[in-house]
């Protein structure tokens, strides 16, 4: 990567803090002290590249972990994004076992390149926090959505359970189960980090307008993320309650990704998928 990309890539995430800042101006990592403890602390340091990096090591554990026991099948069963992720890898080079460790080293390498000024203090409840806050906004989201796309259709509520993948209904819960942890993690990755960030950083480029800008990029994003639910051979049968739904709740994962950094975003999105599969939503 080199530095000119790089250094874009840092500017496009100041300028995403900027815009998720209450008062419109600059972030409080962006140019003025950080806070240091209490719920100030605990929101800051979460949003950071760190603490996101940080949170998704246990993600991409489970989910290979769960993968490799849980296929039991005559072909692996994986996330989508991970896929592609790594067929791209492969396009560029990186082949076999080594696949795993160079996402991790460059995306760890990459982090550390943009927080060198100004790290984080690790905060070992703060990963708690993470789960807790993760977990109240998998089950607000899911029921606003839900009660949007309702009135939308003429429904008293549109129900989560129908958004499982009706062909990955078929398979086993604990590869279900892993399923939805990789996605959390890959999905997030893929529609939030790169894709939404990558046309935010290019939007900016000819837009005067950055929440504008961002917003564009948003749902651009959203309408991918809906869409890919219905192809390849997990896909869902196309609906449009459905579209709609994942539709609105990729908006809203968009929201909680700026507003609230990666960690929280792919933890939502992990949780939200769980308590699908489970039955609890």
Not at 47 to 59: D, E, Q, S, V, W
Not at 72 to 79: L, S
Request: hydrophobic share 55%; charged share 10%.
């Amino acid at each position: 990567m080199s530095s000119e990309i790089t250094d874009e890539i840092a500017a496009s995430l100041r300028e995403m803090d900027r815009l998720a800042a209450p008062s419109g101006g600059p972030a409080s990592g962006a140019g003025s002290p950080a806070p240091q403890s209490g719920l100030a602390g605990y929101a800051h340091a979460t949003r950071t590249a760190t603490y996101g990096f940080l949170a998704a090591i246990p993600l991409l554990i489970l989910y290979e972990i769960g993968i490799l026991l849980t296929n039991t099948g005559a072909g692996e069963v994986r996330v989508g994004a991970d896929v592609w992720l790594k067929q791209l890898l492969r396009a560029m080079g990186v082949q076999g076992g080594v696949l795993l460790a160079a996402i991790v080293i460059i995306v760890g390498g990459v982090v550390f390149w943009m927080e060198r000024e100004r790290r984080p203090r690790l905060v070992p409840r703060y990963f708690g926090g993470i789960l807790v806050e993760s977990t109240v906004y998998a089950v607000v989201l899911a029921f606003i959505v839900s009660a949007l796309v309702g009135v939308v259709f003429n429904a008293a509520l549109w129900p989560a359970e129908p958004l499982a993948l009706a062909q990955m209904a078929q398979l086993s819960l604990p590869l279900q189960l892993s399923l939805s942890i990789g996605a959390g993690l890959y999905e997030e990755l893929v529609f939030r980090v790169i894709l939404v960030g990558g046309m935010f950083l290019g939007f900016r480029k000819v837009m005067a307008d950055q929440r504008k800008a961002y917003l564009l990029a948003a749902v651009i994003g959203a309408l991918v993320f809906s869409a890919v639910h219905y192809m390849g051979p997990l896909g869902d049968p196309f609906q449009l309650p459905s579209f709609t739904y994942r539709f609105v709740f990729g908006l809203a994962l968009n929201g909680v990704f700026l507003f609230r950094g990666f960690a929280v975003a792919a933890w939502t999105h992990a949780i939200y998928d769980v308590l699908v599969v489970t039955g609890a939503l």
